[in-house]
T-cell receptor
């Protein structure tokens, strides 16, 4: 079992709809959770991080964390074609200062 | 403006050459990281550093080496490049603190012929 798992996609979403991305992790002691966006050929860009159970909103993005179920999700509201990218989930475990990245979910927003 | 820089952005080089990929950050971060990523594939941590004179190998075995003589500078060296080293190399940094969010440089795309 991978430490951080994501559905590779592609997740096809009509323009204006909500894209919902999920990520599960195996280390129950994980402390911090991050969502990165990566356009093809570019480097990852930090979108949001969350460390408490519940929801955290930033513009059109909402991160949701459920530590009991060991999953974190990202909602993208009013999806735009410019949101088409690969979204990486990253987790800081209980020990050490490294992040463990999932394989990413590719999102395609169709006009 | 505080940022993280990588040079060169693109490098095409022949087999057997020595390569140094540069990474510098002006954010005052103490932690720095090197990742390797093939197109469409996962990120793999190859080296990290928690401060000056501190370097550790990452989760993916790599023939490269790193050094950290100055806080802001974290170069990666390949003594003898091979076609199997062809990949994108991404440098990142993070600040000491509770959450350790990492910020990435633009990357170096290396092609070894």
């Amino acid at each position: 079992q991978k430490e951080v798992e994501q559905n590779s996609g592609p997740l096809s979403v009509p323009e204006g709809a909500i894209a919902s991305l999920n990520c599960t992790y195996s280390d129950r002691g994980s402390q911090s959770f991050f969502w990165y966006r990566q356009y093809s050929g570019k480097s990852p860009e930090l979108i949001m991080f969350i460390y408490s159970n519940g929801d955290k909103e930033d513009g059109r993005f909402t991160a949701q964390l459920n530590k009991a179920s060991q999953y974190v999700s990202l909602l993208i509201r009013d999806s735009q074609p410019s949101d088409s990218a690969t979204y990486l989930c990253a987790v800081k475990g209980a020990a050490g200062n490294k992040l463990t990245f999932g394989g990413g979910t590719r999102v395609l927003v169709k006009p | 403006e505080a940022d993280i820089y990588q040079t060169p952005r693109y490098l095409v080089i022949g087999t057997g050459k020595k390569i140094t990929l540069e990474c510098s950050q002006t954010m005052g971060h103490d932690k720095m990281y090197w990742y390797q990523q093939d197109p469409g594939m996962e990120l793999h941590l190859i080296h990290y550093s928690y401060g000056v004179n501190s370097t550790e190998k990452g989760d993916l075995s790599s023939e490269s080496t790193v050094s950290r003589i100055r806080t802001e500078h974290f170069p990666l060296t390949l003594e003898s490049a091979r076609p199997s080293h062809t990949s994108q190399y991404l440098c990142a940094s993070s600040e000491f603190g509770q959450h350790y969010e990492q910020y990435f440089g633009p990357g170096t795309r290396l092609t070894v012929t």
